[in-house]
Structures are given as C-alpha cells and as structure tokens.
C-alpha cells in the first residue's frame, strides 16, 4: 500500500475521532439547555468522558498483540455504535454510554495512529 493512502487514513481516523470528541461538550450544552440538566451532572458526564480516555492508556501493550488496524476499526466501530444507539433511544444512559464509548475509542485510535507513526519513522 502506498504511504500516501496509510497518511490519508491515518489522518481520516485521527480528524474523525477528534472532530467526535469536540462534539462532546457541545451534546453537554445542548443537555443543559434543552432538558434541564443542572451543572453537576454535566460535570459528571465530562469526568466520564476524561476517565475513559486513560483506560485503555493503561492497557496500551494489549494493542500490540489486537494489531493496529483492528484497534482503529474497533475504536471506529464502537463510536458508530454510540452515535446509533443515541439516535434510536432518548435515555440519559444511552448518552453516559455514548461518552465511555466516546472516551475509550478516541484513545484507542490515538494510541494506534501515533504507534504506526512511530514505526514510520524508525523504518529506513
């Protein structure tokens, strides 16, 4: 495969996956606004968001062995998931899900992106 498609996928994953994650404070002001939901919770839901994202740092060795492709669809998948589940249902939990979703996939497709980028680089 060329390197100039692996940059190009590379950089799709990466902007998606960031571009969801920006998206997230926006869901935040919309559940204030909206539907009344008082501060404290709305903390609540970035403080998920923020302790889901060093979960799977944790685990990092494990991607090694998942391979990095699979970790990026699996982190790709996870988040179409979420965003369907939101879709169909109206529950506050399906939007709590949403965030751990959100939170452990954006770093498995960090961790993975940033992981072949180092492997370019020290290949000659």
Excluded: D
């Amino acid at each position: 495969m060329p390197i100039s498609k692996i940059k190009a996928i590379l950089y799709l994953n990466f902007f998606s996956l960031a571009v969801f994650t920006s998206g997230l404070n926006i869901v935040i002001l919309q559940l204030v606004v909206n539907y009344g939901l008082n501060g404290e919770v709305a903390g609540q839901l970035t403080a998920i968001k923020s302790i889901f994202t060093i979960i799977p740092s944790l685990g990092s060795a494990y991607i090694l062995k998942f391979r990095y492709k699979k970790s990026m669809l699996l982190g790709l998948l996870g988040v179409t998931i979420g965003s369907l589940i939101i879709a169909v249902s109206r529950n506050f939990w399906a939007i709590v899900l949403l965030f751990v979703l959100g939170g452990l996939c954006h770093t498995l497709i960090k961790l993975s992106v940033y992981s072949i980028i180092g492997l370019s680089k020290s290949a000659p």
